[in-house]
């Protein structure tokens, strides 16, 4: 197993490497994986930091001079059709998504860790009842009951989307857990620990779970990249996040005719999005080969 | 023991893998003769070099690995130099080997008839019908109960010492002059690997054939082998006829593996099991001069300075060391 | 599965009740009595609380008579969705074949050539293609080909008018409908099916059997072709029954842009106008098919792996 490994390792070298660091030092050497995370740090940073940096605020409509301009030195993306400024809506938009594609993906992860391991670590008919559940949503077309689900809730915005997308986004990552629980609970330790009376749930918690996580930080990563496709294509669709605040998603509503006259107020959120995506895309596979315990180059 | 002509003479093999973390000398400069209808024993701990020593004989190394160096002798004509397609008639052929995990040494997809045919087809100029007689000949020379209907049957359908048997009949069926076993009976349960080399002693009683047993497992080499070759960090240590080894081990290394097994008369004297100290080295890091010196209670100054040679001590019996062990140890085979 | 099945029909059911009464907007409409629309209302047996509905419902579903659509002018459902299928599976079932003959070879082939700049190359449009958002590159390519050089068309399945035309030039005219569309929708896929070949033929390559082969003096084409790409390709053509339901539901988004009147559009259409039956029927078969999916994927499985079959 990787983490009795290290220990030889450990004494032969005198130092600690904790399977966490063997993982880091490994994903070094895979130069995309690196470049992505610098991208993705950049982008991150742009976003949170760079609408307060922008002489525009993001609802600013500029007067009708303004509308619609190509990119100048003023504006550097250009404005769209209320002369607002396409960068900092874009930066202000990133934020948006980003938030969703991260928070989505997380609460996804709770929900799905937390039917995951219960379902098997106890086994059984709880088991049996979990996974049936997990079926049902499996086997529902996820698309239009997006659609409907994000028509239906009250409320606008963000926080909508985010639950949305997490109903019906961990059940690949219960599953996962699920199986990692059924495998690590025949461990040994863990009958040591239930023999010097530990109880379950710190069993659950403080034993088995991060021994699992290796596959989950993989798939989450991922999933961030296709959240924040999901959310653009829902609120493409008018479902999603509602103007006038901007997504990189609702910014491309009007694509269909600004394509014509105004071309980059298309090619500015979709290439922001493309990037930010093939990032996450990158770093996942990477972690992915650097976790990998038979990987070796 | 009267020996037939050198079949192997594997001289000076070093095969080096070269990875991100800096170059593993995996052997380094191994050296030993098989002679025809002979049973070599190649012994060491795990890491020693003994398993990538036999996938150089056969030109199975993979990278980052590569031979580097010496000359591997076969039937007169050295392997190193023999292009890709030489090699393949000859593996199989007339170099068998069998490995050690029979779980997934075999084709999970295809049946074991069909595994072992294929080998006869390749090799030889026959019809599938007389590959198929000859398979289920195989079969029945293994002690496979029921042949024909095994041929039919899938690798999963079969216990690990089935399957085993089913390597070695794969292994065997072109008649091959030598046999490769690498750790073959490692995973086997005490019982089945008893069978099992009694097998591969019957078979190659009946033909001949000389076998490269290459294991960790002292006792095994006790019953199977005539000559002797531990290994150690990637050399041989001491080389010798069975016999001399096991009473007469001038290496420490090899007197240490003698004496740490345990045998009825430790049990008697209630001594504790005497082990060697410490740990095999770590491939990046390996000491210098001889790589047993951190080891070694007689370990002198001039050991962790030069690399003792193989030298002649006793004939037919070579030690590496510059203070060889002078005991006579009892026989425990 | 019966009950994974009546548990999916429930939970869509009552999720598409929550939209709420179809007939609702009608009462917006000044010119439309309040009396007529309650009698709509009780004709379609809206007036009864949910989950009489969803009984009897259910029981028509199972009898076979799956209805008739509410607003589009009374047509039965299974006429509005055979037509919609249609298009549908001429895109979907043309993109499955492109991207899985066209992605597996490359995938495999990556794996055999490890670190070369074929696989580096063709590693990055993978992760182009699983990167894209689908509806941003079909505007693009529908701004490049379509608007600006005029060479296909952005929108529809035929030229309008050509119906009379010679079955050749109506089948090549429908081609030239399906190029962006397809090139869209098959465009993930790809991505996916490249990486997916690929690491699965990389982890074969390792297994003790391929050394096995070798060692038996094999050469080296039929150590490939005939034990490593076997084995490598059993989990691709499990995920190739895994892929069967996304044929028929269609590609929702897609569809949209390119104004193809295929099942991902009728299906969110009646699920948004609250036609009931429509969206009942679209929804409960894209279920269906996930389900008949997961088994056909289990069922390839069985026949493509001995190890399962007799368990």
Same mark, same amino acid.
């Given at each position: 197993?990787?983490?009795?490994?290290?220990?030889?390792?450990?004494?032969?070298?005198?130092?600690?490497?904790?399977?966490?660091?063997?993982?880091?030092?490994?994903?070094?050497?895979?130069?995309?994986?690196?470049?992505?995370?610098?991208?993705?740090?950049?982008?991150?940073?742009?976003?949170?930091?760079?609408?307060?940096?922008?002489?525009?605020?993001?609802?600013?409509?500029?007067?009708?001079?303004?509308v619609m301009q190509p990119?100048?030195?003023?504006?550097?993306?250009g404005?769209d059709e209320?002369?607002?400024?396409?960068?900092?809506?874009?930066?202000?938009?990133?934020?948006?998504?980003?938030?969703?594609?991260?928070?989505?993906?997380?609460?996804?992860?709770?929900?799905?860790?937390?039917?995951?391991?219960?379902?098997?670590?106890?086994?059984?008919?709880?088991?049996?009842?979990?996974?049936?559940?997990?079926?049902?949503?499996?086997?529902?077309?996820?698309?239009?009951?997006?659609?409907?689900?994000?028509?239906?809730?009250?409320?606008?915005?963000?926080?909508?989307?985010?639950?949305?997308?997490?109903?019906?986004?961990?059940?690949?990552?219960?599953?996962?857990?699920?199986?990692?629980?059924?495998?690590?609970?025949?461990?040994?330790?863990?009958?040591?620990?239930?023999?010097?009376?530990?109880?379950?749930?710190?069993?659950?918690?403080?034993?088995?779970?991060?021994?699992?996580?290796?596959?989950?930080?993989?798939?989450?990563?991922?999933?961030?990249?296709?959240?924040?496709?999901?959310?653009?294509?829902?609120?493409?669709?008018?479902?999603?996040?509602?103007?006038?605040?901007?997504?990189?998603?609702?910014?491309l509503q009007n694509a269909e005719y600004a394509m014509a006259i105004a071309p980059w107020l298309v090619w500015?959120?979709g290439?922001?999005?493309?990037?930010?995506?093939?990032?996450?895309?990158?770093?996942?596979?990477?972690?992915?080969?650097?976790?990998?315990?038979?990987?070796?180059? | 023991?009267?020996?037939?002509?050198?079949?192997?003479?594997?001289?000076?093999?070093?095969?080096?893998?070269?990875?991100?973390?800096?170059?593993?000398?995996?052997?380094?400069?191994?050296?030993?003769?098989?002679?025809?209808?002979?049973?070599?024993?190649?012994?060491?701990?795990?890491?020693?070099?003994?398993?990538?020593?036999?996938?150089? %004989?056969?030109? *199975?190394?993979?990278?980052?690995?590569?031979?580097? /160096?010496?000359? =591997?002798? $076969?039937?007169?004509? @050295? +392997?190193?130099?023999?292009?890709?397609?030489?090699?393949?008639?000859?593996?199989?052929?007339?170099?068998?080997?069998?490995?050690?995990?029979?779980?997934?040494?075999?084709?999970?997809?295809?049946?074991?008839?069909?595994?072992?045919?294929?080998?006869?087809?390749?090799?030889?100029?026959?019809?599938?019908?007389?590959?198929?007689?000859?398979?289920?000949?195989?079969?029945?020379?293994?002690?496979?109960?029921?042949?024909?209907?095994?041929?039919?049957?899938?690798?999963?359908?079969?216990?690990?010492?089935?399957?085993?048997?089913?390597?070695?009949?794969?292994?065997?069926?072109?008649?091959?002059?030598?046999?490769?076993?690498?750790?073959?009976?490692?995973?086997?349960?005490?019982?089945?690997?008893?069978? %099992?080399?009694? *097998?591969?002693?019957?078979?190659?009683?009946?033909? /001949?054939?000389? =076998?490269? $047993?290459?294991?960790? @497992? +002292?006792?095994?080499?006790?019953?199977?082998?005539?000559?002797?070759?531990?290994?150690?960090?990637?050399?041989?240590?001491?080389?010798?006829?069975?016999?001399?080894?096991?009473?007469?081990?001038?290496?420490?290394?090899?007197?240490?593996?003698?004496?740490?097994?345990?045998?009825?008369?430790?049990?008697?004297?209630?001594?504790?099991?005497?082990?060697?100290?410490?740990?095999?080295?770590?491939?990046?890091?390996?000491?210098?001069?001889?790589?047993?010196?951190?080891?070694?209670?007689?370990?002198?100054?001039?050991?962790?300075?030069?690399?003792?040679?193989?030298?002649?001590?006793?004939?037919?019996?070579?030690?590496?060391?510059?203070?060889?062990?002078?005991?006579?140890?009892?026989?425990?085979? | 599965?019966?009950?994974?099945?009546?548990?999916?029909?429930?939970?869509?059911?009552?999720?598409?009740?929550?939209?709420?009464?179809?007939?609702?907007?009608?009462?917006?409409?000044?010119?439309?009595?309040?009396?007529?629309?309650?009698?709509?209302?009780?004709?379609?047996?809206?007036?009864?609380?949910?989950?009489?509905?969803?009984?009897?419902?259910?029981?028509?579903?199972?009898?076979?008579?799956?209805?008739?659509?509410?607003?589009?002018?009374?047509?039965?459902?299974?006429?509005?969705?055979?037509?919609?299928?249609?298009?549908?599976?001429?895109?979907?079932?043309?993109?499955?074949?492109?991207?899985?003959?066209?992605?597996?070879?490359?995938?495999?082939?990556?794996?055999?050539?490890?670190?070369?700049?074929?696989?580096?190359?063709?590693?990055?449009?993978?992760?182009?293609?699983?990167?894209?958002?689908?509806?941003?590159?079909g505007f693009i390519l529908m701004m490049i080909f379509g608007v600006r050089l005029g060479w296909l068309p952005i929108g529809?399945?035929?030229?309008?008018?050509?119906?009379?035309?010679?079955?050749?030039?109506?089948?090549?005219?429908?081609?030239?409908?399906?190029?962006?569309?397809?090139?869209?929708?098959?465009?993930?896929?790809?991505?996916?099916?490249?990486?997916?070949?690929?690491?699965?033929?990389?982890?074969?390559?390792?297994?003790?059997?391929?050394?096995?082969?070798?060692?038996?003096?094999?050469?080296?084409?039929?150590?490939?072709?005939?034990?490593?790409?076997?084995?490598?390709?059993?989990?691709?053509?499990?995920?190739?029954?895994?892929?069967?339901?996304?044929?028929?539901?269609?590609?929702?988004?897609?569809?949209?842009i390119?104004?193809?009147?295929?099942?991902?559009?009728?299906?969110?259409?009646?699920?948004?106008?609250?036609?009931?039956?429509?969206?009942?029927?679209?929804?409960?078969?894209?279920?269906?098919?996930?389900?008949?999916?997961?088994?056909?994927?289990?069922?390839?499985?069985?026949?493509?792996?001995?190890?399962?079959?007799?368990?």
């Amino acid at each position: 197993m990787a983490v009795e490994a290290t220990k030889v390792e450990e004494v032969l070298t005198g130092r600690v490497e904790t399977y966490w660091y063997l993982v880091g030092k490994r994903l070094k050497k895979h130069k995309l994986a690196m470049i992505s995370l610098v991208v993705l740090i950049f982008i991150i940073l742009a976003c949170v930091i760079g609408p307060y940096l922008s002489p525009y605020h993001v609802a600013a409509l500029g007067s009708t001079e303004e509308v619609m301009q190509p990119p100048s030195l003023k504006h550097p993306l250009g404005t769209d059709e209320l002369g607002r400024d396409v960068l900092t809506r874009l930066l202000y938009g990133g934020r948006i998504s980003l938030l969703v594609g991260f928070s989505s993906v997380f609460s996804a992860l709770v929900i799905g860790i937390i039917v995951g391991a219960y379902a098997g670590y106890y086994g059984g008919i709880l088991d049996t009842l979990l996974m049936r559940f997990t079926d049902i949503m499996f086997s529902i077309p996820v698309m239009p009951l997006l659609i409907v689900l994000s028509a239906v809730i009250p409320g606008s915005g963000v926080w909508k989307i985010v639950l949305v997308i997490a109903i019906f986004g961990w059940m690949t990552d219960a599953r996962i857990i699920r199986g990692m629980f059924l495998s690590l609970r025949e461990n040994e330790y863990v009958e040591a620990a239930r023999a010097i009376g530990v109880s379950n749930n710190r069993i659950i918690w403080r034993h088995i779970l991060p021994n699992s996580l290796a596959p989950i930080i993989v798939s989450a990563t991922l999933n961030v990249g296709g959240n924040i496709i999901y959310e653009a294509a829902l609120s493409f669709l008018g479902f999603g996040v509602m103007p006038p605040t901007p997504s990189w998603g609702n910014m491309l509503q009007n694509a269909e005719y600004a394509m014509a006259i105004a071309p980059w107020l298309v090619w500015s959120p979709g290439i922001a999005m493309f990037i930010t995506v093939l990032a996450f895309n990158y770093l996942g596979d990477g972690l992915r080969d650097a976790m990998d315990p038979r990987l070796y180059r | 023991m009267e020996r037939g002509e050198v079949l192997l003479d594997v001289r000076d093999l070093k095969t080096y893998f070269f990875t991100d973390d800096g170059v593993v000398k995996a052997v380094d400069g191994m050296s030993f003769t098989i002679h025809k209808g002979e049973v070599l024993g190649l012994v060491g701990e795990s890491g020693c070099g003994k398993s990538v020593a036999s996938m150089s %004989i056969m030109q *199975l190394v993979d990278v980052p690995g590569k031979i580097v /160096g010496g000359e =591997i002798i $076969f039937k007169g004509e @050295d +392997l190193v130099k023999k292009t890709p397609e030489q090699m393949r008639k000859i593996r199989g052929a007339e170099i068998g080997m069998i490995f050690q995990e029979p779980m997934t040494s075999l084709n999970p997809v295809y049946t074991i008839g069909d595994q072992i045919m294929e080998a006869i087809l390749v090799h030889q100029d026959v019809s599938e019908e007389e590959a198929k007689k000859k398979t289920i000949e195989l079969l029945r020379l293994v002690g496979i109960p029921e042949p024909e209907r095994r041929f039919n049957q899938y690798p999963h359908e079969l216990s690990g010492g089935m399957r085993q048997r089913v390597m070695i009949a794969m292994a065997m069926s072109c008649n091959p002059d030598l046999l490769i076993s690498d750790e073959a009976t490692t995973a086997l349960d005490v019982t089945i690997q008893a069978q %099992i080399l009694e *097998l591969m002693k019957d078979l190659q009683r009946k033909t /001949g054939m000389a =076998i490269l $047993f290459i294991t960790h @497992d +002292l006792a095994l080499v006790a019953e199977m082998a005539n000559s002797v070759a531990v290994a150690y960090t990637g050399k041989i240590v001491e080389y010798g006829d069975v016999y001399s080894i096991f009473k007469r081990p001038r290496h420490p290394y090899t007197y240490g593996l003698l004496s740490s097994v345990p045998s009825l008369k430790t049990e008697k004297t209630k001594t504790p099991l005497p082990a060697i100290e410490g740990m095999v080295p770590n491939p990046y890091r390996m000491p210098s001069g001889c790589h047993f010196n951190p080891r070694c209670p007689f370990a002198t100054e001039r050991c962790r300075k030069e690399m003792p040679e193989l030298a002649e001590i006793e004939p037919g019996h070579l030690v590496r060391c510059f203070h060889p062990v002078a005991v006579e140890k009892e026989a425990n085979a | 599965m019966i009950p994974l099945f009546i548990g999916v029909a429930l939970v869509t059911f009552f999720v598409l009740s929550l939209v709420g009464d179809p007939f609702k907007e009608m009462l917006l409409n000044p010119r439309i009595k309040p009396e007529d629309v309650e009698r709509l209302r009780h004709a379609w047996g809206f007036d009864r609380p949910v989950y009489i509905r969803f009984f009897k419902w259910f029981w028509s579903m199972i009898t076979g008579n799956w209805g008739v659509s509410i607003f589009a002018g009374g047509k039965p459902v299974t006429e509005l969705i055979g037509i919609a299928i249609k298009y549908t599976l001429r895109f979907s079932i043309a993109a499955l074949v492109i991207s899985f003959v066209i992605a597996v070879p490359i995938g495999i082939y990556s794996a055999l050539h490890q670190y070369t700049f074929f696989d580096y190359f063709f590693t990055f449009i993978a992760f182009f293609g699983m990167s894209m958002p689908t509806f941003w590159f079909g505007f693009i390519l529908m701004m490049i080909f379509g608007v600006r050089l005029g060479w296909l068309p952005i929108g529809g399945v035929m030229t309008p008018g050509i119906e009379t035309a010679p079955f050749w030039a109506r089948f090549l005219d429908q081609l030239k409908y399906m190029i962006l569309p397809v090139t869209v929708l098959s465009l993930f896929d790809m991505g996916s099916w490249m990486r997916y070949a690929r690491s699965s033929m990389l982890e074969v390559i390792k297994q003790d059997y391929v050394r096995t082969a070798r060692a038996k003096g094999l050469p080296e084409r039929t150590v490939i072709f005939k034990h490593a790409l076997r084995n490598a390709l059993i989990p691709i053509i499990t995920l190739l029954g895994l892929s069967l339901p996304a044929v028929i539901s269609g590609a929702t988004i897609t569809e949209t842009i390119f104004s193809i009147p295929g099942m991902g559009r009728l299906t969110v259409q009646a699920m948004l106008s609250n036609d009931y039956p429509v969206a009942m029927v679209c929804l409960i078969l894209e279920s269906t098919l996930l389900i008949i999916g997961n088994l056909i994927a289990d069922l390839l499985y069985a026949v493509v792996d001995p190890r399962i079959r007799y368990s």
